[in-house]
């Protein structure tokens, strides 16, 4: 069973920055893919941005781009996502996935990830 391991969270006042690690023990062949989706309370999941391997693809959901940039180690399965222009609507627990999604339509879908962390806070203060 692989491990996915999220650091990077805190709090921090709205326009300011964040910086989130995600390490992943799963092996990177094929359609692999990390993501990030937060979830803010009483609110559904969402998807944030991924990194697909296979060709070194970027997505990103609307709300964040612009302000978020996900990249990745190039020695071993692990993303950052750097945060920009922080919003009070930012807030939330930010839970990073590792999986092999069926392709890019698919990298915003929870169902598509095999492997998730824990989460960790962000808390972005107006």
């Known amino acids: 069973q692989a491990q996915v391991v999220e650091s990077g969270g805190g709090l921090v006042q709205a326009g300011g920055s964040l910086r989130l690690s995600c390490a992943a023990s799963a092996r990177p062949f094929g359609e692999y893919a990390m993501a990030w989706f937060r979830q803010a309370p009483g609110k559904e999941r969402e998807f944030v941005a991924a990194?697909?391997?296979?060709?070194?693809?970027?997505f990103y959901a609307e709300s964040v781009k612009g302000r978020f940039t996900i990249s990745r180690d190039n020695d071993k399965p692990t993303v950052f996502l750097q945060m920009n222009s922080l919003k009070p609507e930012d807030t939330a627990t930010y839970s990073c996935?590792?999986?092999?999604?069926?392709?890019?339509?698919?990298?915003?879908?929870?169902?598509?990830?095999?492997?998730w962390g824990q989460g960790t806070q962000v808390t972005v203060s107006s």
């Open positions: 996935a590792a999986g092999y999604p069926a392709g890019p339509t698919r990298l915003r879908l929870t169902s598509e990830y095999i492997y």
């Open positions: 990194f697909r391997w296979r060709g070194a693809g970027t």
